[in-house]
């Protein structure tokens, strides 16, 4: 489930010592909405034993309202599940999005302090121009989409489903930024938000994508050089918790995953390895991906304990490091 967490800082231009005031009560005290209609305005009122301080209360007030409205957000999680070589989108709803207590909000303004006799304290009131505001915000908008849509379009390009997956991958990390920004944007100024709404379906589709294009990545495994199949059985393991279909012999295979393992043995009265490996991975077309690891010195009185210490070491690294690996690089052939 998608929880998203809003960065925001109150921008606020005014000078503590040599702010404006009011004698007369302004009508925004008490219709606001009449003064800073919904459709053109998001305002607040803030109050204070000084001007400064109803502002900064009116700022607060504005910032918690950011913080309610988005919290009362609806986000959805969509995620695809695999049965019978189907796929199938299960898709849930939630209204547990949170946001962070400071948030940027753009063409920040304020009116001019009141001082109310009566109850010897001051009024202002915080306002947001919604279209000067959208304004400065939707450049950031535009240029998410550029990003993820960079990728996403790759995606839909390269005939090699391997390749879309990856594609794919690169462009799902990039659309939590855009998610963030178009839920903002979605209360900056919702009638200019509604443009990209389709955008939200295409980011939809993303895990039902991504599992197909594993389901269609049938992957054959051959190492060279392997100790009581440790490295294959853990490259297989890697890939089947991902998602991705092994296959039993190279005829059935889309891929072959090809490794290759050097000992790099030490002579000394102890047996001593320093252990790497190249893995590629190859379509009929060429290489797709390529990832290559050292381990530092493994040592053993016995020769067998240490190159299947020095085997169980590769294992451990692969573990760490190679579906990480595998997940962020993109070959440029």
């Given at each position: 489930?998608?929880?998203?967490?809003f960065?925001?800082i109150?921008?606020?231009?005014?000078?503590?010592?040599?702010?404006?005031v009011?004698t007369?009560e302004?009508?925004?005290?008490?219709?606001?909405?009449?003064?800073y209609?919904?459709?053109f305005?998001l305002?607040?009122?803030?109050?204070g034993s000084?001007v400064?301080?109803a502002?900064?209360?009116?700022?607060?007030?504005?910032?918690?309202?950011?913080?309610?409205?988005?919290q009362?957000t609806?986000s959805?999680s969509i995620?695809?599940k695999?049965?019978?070589n189907?796929?199938?989108d299960?898709i849930?709803v939630?209204?547990?999005?949170?946001?962070?207590?400071?948030?940027r909000?753009f063409?920040?303004e304020?009116?001019?302090?009141?001082?109310?006799k009566?109850?010897?304290k001051?009024y202002?009131?915080a306002?947001?121009d919604?279209k000067?505001?959208w304004?400065q915000?939707?450049p950031q908008i535009i240029?998410?989409r550029?990003?993820f849509?960079d990728?996403?379009y790759?995606?839909?390009?390269?005939?090699?489903?391997l390749?879309?997956?990856?594609y794919d991958?690169?462009a799902a990390a990039?659309s939590f930024?855009l998610?963030k920004?178009l839920n903002?944007?979605?209360?900056?100024f919702?009638?200019?938000?509604k443009?990209y709404?389709?955008d939200?379906?295409?980011?939809?589709s993303?895990?039902r994508?991504q599992?197909?294009e594993?389901?269609?990545?049938?992957?054959?495994?051959?190492?060279?050089?392997?100790y009581?199949?440790i490295?294959e059985?853990?490259?297989?393991e890697?890939f089947?918790k991902?998602?991705?279909l092994?296959g039993?012999n190279?005829?059935s295979?889309?891929y072959?995953?090809l490794v290759?393992i050097?000992p790099?043995?030490?002579?000394?009265?102890?047996?001593s390895?320093?252990?790497?490996?190249?893995?590629?991975?190859q379509?009929k077309?060429g290489v797709?991906?390529?990832?290559?690891?050292?381990?530092?010195?493994v040592s053993?009185?016995?020769q067998s304990?240490?190159?299947?210490?020095?085997?169980?070491a590769?294992?451990?690294?692969l573990d760490?490091?190679?579906?990480?690996?595998?997940?962020?690089?993109?070959?440029?052939n």
């Amino acid at each position: 489930m998608l929880k998203f967490t809003f960065p925001v800082i109150l921008t606020m231009s005014f000078f503590m010592s040599c702010a404006s005031v009011t004698t007369k009560e302004p009508d925004w005290m008490t219709n606001t909405k009449s003064v800073y209609p919904d459709a053109f305005y998001l305002a607040q009122k803030g109050s204070g034993s000084t001007v400064d301080m109803a502002k900064t209360d009116a700022a607060a007030a504005l910032s918690r309202y950011f913080n309610v409205t988005v919290q009362s957000t609806l986000s959805t999680s969509i995620q695809s599940k695999q049965t019978n070589n189907l796929v199938e989108d299960n898709i849930s709803v939630s209204n547990n999005t949170t946001m962070d207590t400071f948030t940027r909000l753009f063409a920040l303004e304020y009116t001019d302090g009141y001082y109310n006799k009566a109850e010897k304290k001051w009024y202002c009131l915080a306002f947001i121009d919604r279209k000067m505001a959208w304004a400065q915000f939707e450049p950031q908008i535009i240029e998410q989409r550029t990003t993820f849509y960079d990728y996403y379009y790759k995606a839909r390009e390269t005939p090699e489903p391997l390749l879309k997956y990856i594609y794919d991958n690169y462009a799902a990390a990039q659309s939590f930024a855009l998610l963030k920004s178009l839920n903002f944007g979605d209360i900056l100024f919702p009638e200019q938000i509604k443009k990209y709404s389709d955008d939200l379906l295409v980011i939809a589709s993303l895990p039902r994508l991504q599992t197909e294009e594993k389901l269609s990545s049938i992957i054959f495994i051959t190492v060279k050089q392997d100790y009581n199949n440790i490295i294959e059985s853990k490259i297989s393991e890697l890939f089947s918790k991902n998602g991705f279909l092994i296959g039993g012999n190279l005829a059935s295979a889309k891929y072959t995953i090809l490794v290759e393992i050097e000992p790099n043995d030490e002579k000394s009265e102890v047996f001593s390895y320093f252990p790497g490996i190249t893995l590629t991975i190859q379509s009929k077309s060429g290489v797709l991906f390529s990832y290559n690891t050292t381990i530092t010195k493994v040592s053993a009185n016995n020769q067998s304990v240490a190159i299947k210490r020095a085997y169980q070491a590769l294992a451990k690294e692969l573990d760490n490091s190679f579906m990480k690996s595998f997940n962020v690089q993109l070959d440029d052939n």
